[in-house]
């Protein structure tokens, strides 16, 4: 019951998101003001004042949280922090991002300590929450901290060898968006900021690899992670993949297997 009320919330919330800055109604106006949350203007600010309201009656110290929904709810706030430009919205998301890390890590380490064949007697569901959600974590935590950067320091990005237009904070910011989907693309932050390959490794690894397997794999939004990271000075171990390892309890070396089982 509590799993469908905050996937529905969710539905509204990214719909409220797209819609923008659309004037918020009467009715959100009156429903925030008996709920004491701020007065909305905008569609982003229906689905912020949702998003809180969610979070604040039906908290994971009271419904747990099933399967991977609080990252989802963390990426949401992710795409509408980005989307409206609000750097509070980020905040909230890589706080409950990595609140869940933890929980995340304990499964990981549960697969480590099975041996092949009771792992592969897993249910799928189970196999994907082992390899999938703590990067899921990780994507929240890169993407709003490069949002940040973005919105609070971001400088434009020179185009040095003449191949495009320069690109500016605000075209950034909405190609960071472009990228942030944890649900299907999710292995250019699995390659970047669990893995850490380097730009070296990289090119190795797609080098003779036909277009439509590059395009599969992300190389379009790894070039941009790459480029962003690269501009702001965001180390991928070091910011991301250390940070969320030690708050999930595990070590790196084992999570980076566990993505490859």
Known sequence: MVSSTRLAILEVV?????????????????????????????????????????????????????????????????????????????????????????????????????DHATFDMLARIDVANIRYNLTQVAAVVATADLGTKILTKGTTIADKENKGEAVTPDQQRLLLLDCFDIERNLHPFEMLYVHNYSDKELGEMFAGVDSETVDSYGFKELSVLLSLSRHYGLNAAKSVTEPVAKAAGVNVKTWREMTLR
Do not use: F, H, W
């Open 14 to 114: 990214n719909d409220l998101t797209n819609l923008g800055d659309v004037p918020a109604n009467n009715t959100a106006r009156e429903v925030s003001r008996k709920a004491g949350l701020p007065m909305p203007k905008t569609c982003y600010d229906m689905a912020r004042n949702l998003l809180d309201l969610m979070v604040k009656k039906l908290p994971g110290s009271i419904a747990p949280y099933e399967s991977s929904l609080d990252v989802r709810v963390a990426a949401a706030y992710c795409v509408l922090g980005l989307s409206a430009g609000n750097t509070g919205d980020l905040a909230k998301g890589r706080a409950m991002a990595m609140s869940g890390a933890k929980r995340y890590g304990q499964l990981i380490n549960y697969g480590a300590g099975l």
